[in-house]
């Protein structure tokens, strides 16, 4: 089935490491999204990926870092710079340039103890 | 910067009543609006989306309205059940693209049985 994977679902972490949320799709989409979301907030960009080898900074991009080495895939870390990564990431694809449905992953669950 | 409000934030109804959720943003000039459910600790479903140049879409018992001029869309739910309880945002893009988008916060909907 066509979709979007991201694992782990749930992750903790302690104070001062880094984390890497997967985010795998096999939809053939070009653009590829990473969203962060706060309790009682709306979505708010991370990092944004209309292609290959290329990526720009969303909103709140600081403390955060993606690759894309592969089209498939836009792995996110989270490294000890982010003065408050306890949240809900949420990974998204789309046709780059095209307006049309974004399609989400379920999402992974960080919490540092 | 453009700013999406939704009003309330939470909702309870009894099955059967028909019910309409209120987005309003504070810039008028955008591309499409979309309208997404989110069920409890899951990604975000793509319910409608309505391009700047249209009043409103339609899918099943959903039906969602634009305004451009006065900042607001709603979201019409006939005969609600209670499989419609989850979370509904809105989202506004300024150019049609998904970098673009800005998210309300949700308005959480119980559906009573």
């Known amino acids: 089935d066509g979709g979007i994977t991201q694992s782990p679902k749930y992750l903790f972490r302690k104070e001062g490491q880094n984390v890497t949320l997967s985010c795998e799709q096999n939809?053939?989409?070009?653009?590829m999204y990473w969203y962060r979301q706060d309790p009682g907030q709306g979505l708010r960009l991370i990092y944004y990926?209309?292609?290959?080898?290329?990526?720009q900074k969303g909103d709140i991009a600081e403390g955060y870092s993606v690759s894309r080495e592969k089209k498939e895939s836009f792995p996110l870390t989270v490294t000890s710079a982010q003065k408050n990564p306890t949240a809900f990431y949420l990974c998204?694809?789309?046709?780059?340039?095209?307006?049309?449905?974004?399609?989400f992953g379920e999402g992974s669950r960080l919490t540092v103890l | 910067k453009q700013e999406v409000t939704q009003i309330p934030a939470a909702l309870s109804v009894p099955e059967g009543e028909n019910l309409v959720l209120n987005c309003s943003f504070t810039?008028?000039?955008?591309?499409?609006l979309q309208w997404f459910r989110q069920d409890p600790g899951k990604g975000l479903t793509s319910l409608l989306l309505?391009?700047?140049?249209?009043r409103e879409q339609t899918s099943g018992r959903l039906n969602a309205s634009l305004d451009k001029s006065s900042g607001r869309s709603t979201l019409y739910i006939a005969a609600s059940q209670p499989g419609d309880s989850a979370t509904y945002l809105c989202?506004?893009?300024?150019?049609?693209?998904?970098?673009?988008?800005?998210f309300g916060s949700g308005t959480q909907l119980t559906v009573l049985p």
């Open positions: 998204a694809s789309g046709l780059a340039g095209v307006t049309g449905e974004l399609f």
């Open positions: 989202a506004v893009s300024l150019d049609g693209s998904a970098r673009q988008l800005t």
């Open positions: 939809l053939n989409h070009d653009a």
């Open positions: 990926s209309q292609i290959v080898n290329d990526f």
């Open positions: 309505i391009q700047s140049s249209q």
């Open positions: 810039d008028s000039a955008i591309y499409n």
